[in-house]
DNA sequence: CCTCAAACTGAAGCATCCTTCATATCTTGA
DNA sequence: TCAAGATATGAAGGATGCTTCAGTTTGAGG
């Protein structure tokens, strides 16, 4: 369901029988695993075999090399993130925009808060070569998540919506990121949180279409006009 | 004037001749290099030595392995960056908070954009090893200094300013970090550049305190009170 | 001009790490 | 039960990189 990974990092074959499979998910958690314990740098073939419990040979047997795995890696994660918010989005077509943007942050704040070392680790990982393809296409999916669910809100319209959703996705990925990369302590992180939904909610307000009546904010505030 | 080093990554010694002082730049300038050429993962001692015109025995005199001379290259640039944004924060002081907005998210673009690839190289490689206390530091350092030009503004006073300054920086750091890691051609960027003032500035219309009269969003809006 | 400390050199030691492949073991299906 | 394909093993080859140090060159001060 992702995107098509680029020829050279491809997976070498797919698991056929049932202990194939389990060894394939042990090597992806104990990649986690090792990157949790020992940071990316010491993400080692060798490691990540011995955490999963199987020899080095064998992961050579799915994964043509180290940055494949990686980017299997990354890919699933991004995928299942893509997955929550895009339902998310989903669910709240035709809803008010106050709504929306608490849902969209709140989803995706929750999705990375959820195992927030495993959050960094990959915040920390993604430097690796080549997965700026992945990054592009979560980027592509989101985009066309959100601004579909704009687009439909019952409250406003929006003159820019490509610009406005694209400047919103771009916050609030990056404030997410922030918030982790500066291991912000919990009454401070959930204060972020918060004021991210009220910043969102406040541009917003500002760059929405006025409605039909009562204007939105430069001409004649609440009295009907002329 | 930044902040103290962890001791296993102080500088060795400091130059004293002339040409130790040339070397040593050479050696910042070529690092840059590298990175922008071949990118994080192949900064190599050899390379750099070798892209500076010295041995790499040379490297070992000032650096006491390879971390320290990366820790020493991202202490600097942010340095440098911090003082391009207090010197603007100071001259800002009483300002409208619309004015000190716009100036601040400039500066810090501004910054950022003058060179985009050595700004993308850093990034990068603010994933290697224990620059945390780097980030710590300059993140503290912006943070005083943006928190004093709000705390001044003629035309706003903030109930959490912390919260708000924490909220502001995070979020415009994270925008600009999204923009560079999207790479987004400049139509788009100079759009969000536009867009971020906007949030922001809708963002403290939004949590400022009422000024004394003519209140602020919630009651009578534009009615002399009661 | 001379002396000594500062600066510089770069081959080599040491430590990893990635990847392969010949071999062994297991599972399935007939 | 047995053959054949799938899966697993792990020692070893090959490559690269970090760091040291014994020795050389350079520059400053007397």
Known sequence: ???NPPAHLKPRK??????????????????????????PQRLTTTRVAERAGVSVGTMYQYFPHKHALFY??????????????????????GASINRMIDVLVTTYWNAKTERPEVTRALYRSVVELDNEPLIKEFARRLD??????????????????????????????GTVRGVFERNLP?????????????????YLEAVKLPPRRAGGYDPAPRASSH
């Open 14 to 39: 797919k698991p056929r029988q049932a202990r194939a499979t389990v060894t394939v998910d042990a090597i992806f958690e104990a990649t986690i695993q090792v990157l949790l314990a020992d940071g």
């Open 144 to 173: 066309a998540a959100t601004a579909a669910m704009f687009a439909s809100a019952s409250d406003a319209v929006f003159a820019d919506l490509p610009t406005v959703n694209l400047t919103l996705l771009t916050s609030i990925f």
């Open 72 to 93: 299997a890696l990354n890919e699933h994660y991004l995928d299942v993130l893509a997955q929550k918010v895009e339902s998310a989005c989903q669910a709240q077509h």
């Open 186 to 202: 919990d009454p401070e992180a959930s204060a972020v949180h918060r004021h991210l939904v009220l910043m969102c909610i406040a």
């Open 1 to 3: 369901m992702a995107s």
